[in-house]
């Protein structure tokens, strides 16, 4: 009950948006002046659509909340994530969102009723899915469960209880999801690709999406990729100032979220993260986890979907965020990919005199080639490397980014 009064939640507060600036969200721009005709068959999320096309779209967002009275976390005597889990969810809502750009696609809509027709049941069939995946209880059925990643998180040195930054939720990630593509064919043709240290290498990318050079070679493909590519969720870490975020890396952040192709930004102020899908003016919009529900047994048929989906919009100053955050990127085959490197180029460097740092970059050839360090892990986001000696770092993991 205090987390939900001090964030605000008991009191419903309402998000005022100017009308005479644009809303964008996850690639998607509204205005406010223009009224859409009902009628219409023109597609929803096209720029210049109305406000309830942006409302509409918002609460489409996979919304991942603290939950309590869950199955206890392993080790622990938890059994709710309140106060301590918020990074795991914002983590969780940006996956989620990139599972529903693979299987349902961006321009997929949820509205709250029965389906009607095979189209919509297909879909409500398909949502329920993505959201079991994300149930909170220690079963395999929910690969991405907060109990799957807290228990990723002990071969770090985390345990529950404790806090991650974006860079460790990211790695938990592409982890989570290699480990489910073992198990259940649904994955295994999409994976996720961590940069690291700002750079992102065109050949790991090539020889993890590619399946024709794998000596796997998987003969299902799903509805958004080629049999030969997987589709790929690109998660880039950065760090944009020291003690408080560069402002002159502002409009980059904001114009990454014109993309299409990206699903969002996991970030926040310290200690407390959101998950932003778009902005308007200097102002962020976000999904906040900080709301404490009872938890949903998403194994009953026709559970209730309403929890898991946000009515409420917020904003958050950019100046606010803190400059330790994680890009997401979803790329459906190659020529999306290729694409994606064009077309984002333009929004990494800063239009400043002063600040000539990319964000991030695309690196020719692969990491292991240019990085040869031991691994380590992570203990309350600082680095600390182990004594052992291993392999060259696929697995690196750090929080500590070079200063932009």
């Not at 220690?138 to 991405?144: A, G, I, M, R, V």
């Given at each position: ?17 100017s ?37 509409t ?48 696609g ?25 959201i ?5 209880n ?8 907060i ?40 994955f ?99 999904l906040?986890?900080?709301y ?14 309403t ?13 606010r ?25 333009p929004?990494l460097?800063?239009?400043?005199e ?8 695309f ?42």
């Amino acid at each position: 009950m205090w987390n939900n009064m001090k964030y605000g939640w008991t009191v419903k507060l309402k998000t005022n948006f100017s009308k005479d600036s644009p809303v964008w969200l996850l690639g998607r721009c509204y205005h406010r002046k223009m009224i859409v005709d009902p009628s219409s068959e023109s597609d929803l999320g096209i720029e210049g659509e109305g406000i309830e096309g942006f409302k509409t779209d918002f609460i489409s967002r996979v919304w991942l909340t603290y939950r309590r009275e869950f199955p206890i976390l392993n080790g622990s005597n938890f059994t709710t994530d309140c106060g301590w889990g918020c990074m795991l969810r914002s983590g969780q809502m940006l996956l989620a969102q990139g599972l529903v750009c693979h299987m349902l696609g961006r321009g997929w809509k949820w509205y709250d009723q029965r389906p009607t027709s095979a189209r919509l049941y297909n879909e409500d069939v398909c949502h329920r899915k993505i959201i079991r995946w994300f149930g909170d209880n220690p079963s395999w059925n929910s690969p991405f469960s907060i109990h799957m990643l807290v228990t990723l998180g002990e071969a770090t040195g985390k345990k529950a209880g404790d806090w991650y930054g974006p860079g460790s939720v990211s790695h938990l990630l592409r982890q989570a999801v290699e480990l489910a593509a073992r198990d259940n064919k649904e994955f295994e043709h999409l994976c996720v690709y961590v940069a690291q240290d700002c750079a992102v290498y065109i050949q790991d990318i090539v020889d993890l999406c590619d399946v024709s050079q794998s000596k796997q070679h998987v003969s299902t493909h799903s509805l958004h990729s080629t049999p030969s590519w997987r589709a790929l969720i690109l998660l880039v870490p950065v760090r944009l100032g020291a003690e408080k975020m560069n402002s002159a890396y502002g409009p980059c952040l904001t114009a990454l979220l014109t993309l299409e192709n990206c699903i969002g930004i996991i970030g926040g102020r310290p200690k407390h993260s959101l998950y932003f899908v778009g902005f308007q003016d200097d102002k962020l919009i976000h999904l906040d986890p900080h709301y404490c529900q009872e938890v949903v047994d998403v194994w009953q048929p026709n559970f209730p979907l309403t929890s898991f989906h946000c009515r409420s919009p917020r904003k958050m100053n950019l100046s606010r965020l803190d400059p330790s955050c994680c890009i997401g990127f979803y790329c459906r085959t190659r020529d999306d990919f290729y694409k994606f490197m064009k077309n984002v180029q333009p929004f990494l460097v800063p239009c400043h005199e002063k600040v000539a740092y990319p964000m991030f970059v695309f690196c020719e050839g692969r990491s292991r080639d240019v990085m040869r360090i031991n691994k380590f892990s992570i203990s309350d986001d600082t680095v600390r490397f182990s004594d052992m000696n291993g392999d060259t770092d696929d697995e690196l993991e750090c929080e500590e980014f070079e200063i932009l």
